[in-house]
Nanobody, 118 residues
Framework: VQLQASGGGSVQAGGSLTLSCTAS????MGWFRQAPGKQRDFVAS????????TYADSVKGRFTMSRDNAKNTAYLQMNNLEPEDTAVYYC????????????????WGKGTQVTVSS
């Protein structure tokens, strides 16, 4: 399974970006991020139906995850970006409909860089 991620870029603090990830199949989808010299951390996930979303505390209220199953695409809308959000963002998918965490990822996409300047 190939996950196709896109949408990274550079913005100033307070700006917005939307990441997209495309994958065919029934998966929980999510995003993780990894800053230089740091571990890869969970950011957000969304169930197959789209009814359930989970967010890291650091992004609650600023990031929103959604999906369009007709397009096999999940989205991460990132608003009010902060310099601390600077990282490589990785799309991830888990078969089935259980919670997504670092150890339960079945497929990874290539990372996309997000850079937020102050």
């Amino acid at each position: 399974v190939q996950l196709q991620a896109s949408g990274g870029g550079s913005v100033q603090a307070g700006g917005s970006l939307t990441l997209s990830c495309t994958a065919s199949g029934r998966y929980v989808m999510g995003w993780f991020r990894q800053a230089p010299g740091k571990q890869r951390d969970f950011v957000a996930s969304i169930s197959w139906s789209g009814a359930d979303t989970t967010y890291a505390d650091s992004v609650k209220g600023r990031f929103t995850m959604s999906r369009d199953n007709a397009k096999n695409t999940a989205y991460l809308q990132m608003n009010n970006l902060e310099p601390e959000d600077t990282a490589v963002y990785y799309c991830a998918a888990r078969i089935g409909d259980n919670d997504l965490d670092l150890l339960s990822v079945d497929y990874w996409g290539k990372g996309t860089q997000v850079t937020v300047s102050s």
